[in-house]
């Protein structure tokens, strides 16, 4: 096997803020402390761990945000969506802190083994992976080896050289600190006591000495590391049901404020569509307040996708549209109904589909104006031009799906102009060179029409007229260019 594990330093910080500069603390009892690195200024950083009040004697007017757990375990539940189409099997793992003031480690592992050929190697495979997350704005050191725990020890101390076989593991290991293995305190200074210091002095250490003298844990953690012992885990399966859920900080009435949730969670969906290998239309929005029912914003494109971006500025354009009128408390993000990823939908925006840009800007408009602000022109059952026309819903792809393999219209159709008057304009007699096409209908809704119509040229003009048979003259109707 191959791991390759993602480390998120940040996690803590990214799940809840988008602000670099915002501390987010965990607190035990009266201790508080960080627990994701903090920006300061250019050249300098605050670290995880470091205490509140270290933190606030460097910066006086540091803002801080409590530690939700549960926001990372969502966080942590995506980004081992987005990471599922590179191998499989995928594990999210949350190291919980060994001791009362220490840092979770929050990580990613996917298999990538059985994926080398279908990538092209190693590297291209990594920088697949790499580019997945710039998109996501997530920060994570990587680490490659046969063993889950020497990949997860790798990425943790930053060493991004890829260790391939099994055999390479125990030289690859050595040099690293002690220090970075994630052992109770005690049992560290306990092996530091006996004057090791680094991974390779452990390992030349009689096995049997360190069972009797530091117990089965840290002998079983040796041979996980060096692929010696199975490492259980628990793999990652996306669920049937989309659901995610962004606790707010307070309640919040400006809709600036919601983009940034609402911007993670589109990222969410859309590297769980993508982990299902399915494509979706429709999804539900509920906004919850403090008091009264919740408000429900549905969703729906005008074809299936899965990109984050695509579902951001719907959802973007129907809050501006429509702002909620009471402070939102929470934010609930549902989607249960999924299309299968077919050849069908590769080829999504070919020939009678719509392009891509007019799509999103048809998309933006929907959402702006609602479902019924916009039309476009359909087919009517009237022989009348007139009436040979309606104001229709705008074109899904569904739609386009329906119409795709219909019979083409009667030739008689077929000649007829786009372009029509709003009403008839009357002309003197002209000369039409053509048979003409007789229309007589409309008898039975007090709007008769008994018409010839031809194609003539005026004053340079290609435009259809017709001759009304009951006053015997000449008007004026539609034009082709």
């Known amino acids: 096997m191959l791991w390759l594990t993602l480390e998120f330093p940040a996690l803590g910080r990214e799940a809840v803020t988008a602000d ?20 300061v200024d250019t050249g300098k950083s605050l670290a995880a761990g470091t205490s509140l009040a270290d933190a606030r004697a460097r910066l006086p007017d540091l803002l801080l945000l ?82 889950r725990s020497a990949a997860a020890l790798l990425a943790f101390v930053g060493d991004t050289e890829p260790c391939l076989q099994v055999s390479a593991l125990r030289h690859r290991l050595s040099a690293l600190p002690l220090a970075s293995l994630p052992l109770p305190a005690k049992l560290l200074r306990g092996l530091q006591g006996v004057g090791l210091q680094q991974l390779g002095a452990l390992f030349s250490l009689p096995r049997a000495t360190l069972l009797q003298r530091f117990g089965r844990p840290l002998s079983d953690e040796l041979d996980r590391l060096l692929a010696q012992r199975a490492e259980p885990f628990t793999a990652i399966e996306p669920p049937p049901v989309f659901a995610a859920r962004y ?37 539900l929005l509920e906004l919850h307040h403090d008091e009264g029912a919740a408000t429900r914003i549905p969703l729906q494109l005008l074809s299936p ?60 408009l929907m959402a702006r104006y609602g479902a019924g602000g916009l039309w476009q022109p359909a087919l009517g059952a ?24 219909a019979s083409p219209l009667p030739a008689s159709r077929a000649r007829r102009p786009l372009w029509l008057l ?60």
């Open 247 to 283: 606790e707010l900080h307070g309640q919040i009435e400006n809709i600036e404020t919601l983009l940034f949730p609402l911007k993670r969670m589109t990222q969410r969906f859309a590297a769980y569509l993508s982990a299902r290998a399915v494509t979706c239309t429709q999804c």
């Open 20 to 39: 670099a500069k915002i501390a987010v603390i965990a607190s035990h009892g009266s201790h508080r402390w960080l627990i994701a690195p903090l920006a």
């Open 382 to 405: 009237d022989h009348r031009p007139e009436q040979a026309w309606r104001a229709g819903p705008v074109a899904t792809e569904k739609m386009l799906d329906r119409t795709a393999g």
């Open 66 to 147: 409590p530690r939700q757990p549960e926001a990372e375990q969502e966080a942590l539940q995506a980004l081992a969506h987005r990471v599922y189409r590179f191998g499989s099997p995928v594990v999210a793992e949350t190291i919980g802190p060994l001791e009362p003031y220490a840092v979770p480690r929050w990580r990613v592992s996917v298999e990538i083994g059985a994926s080398l050929s279908l990538f092209g190697g190693v590297e291209p495979l990594r920088e697949a992976v790499l580019q997945a997350l710039l998109e996501n704005d997530s920060s994570a050191r990587h680490g490659i080896a046969p063993s």
């Open 305 to 364: 996708g899965r990109e984050a971006e695509r579902w951001f500025e719907i959802l973007r354009e129907r809050l501006y549209r429509a702002p909620p009128d009471r402070a939102v408390r929470e934010l609930y993000l549902r989607a249960d109904d999924f299309l299968p990823l077919t050849g069908s939908q590769a080829a999504l925006f070919e020939t009678h589909r719509l392009s891509r840009e007019r799509q999103a800007m048809l998309e933006k």
């Open 422 to 481: 709003p009403q008839p304009r009357p002309i003197a007699n002209p000369a039409p060179d053509d048979l003409p096409e007789r229309i007589e209908t409309g008898w039975w809704d007090g709007a008769p029409a008994r018409r010839d119509y031809h194609r003539v040229r005026l004053g340079g003009r290609s435009a259809w007229v017709y001759r009304d048979l009951d006053s015997n003259r000449w008007h004026l109707q539609g034009l082709w260019e």
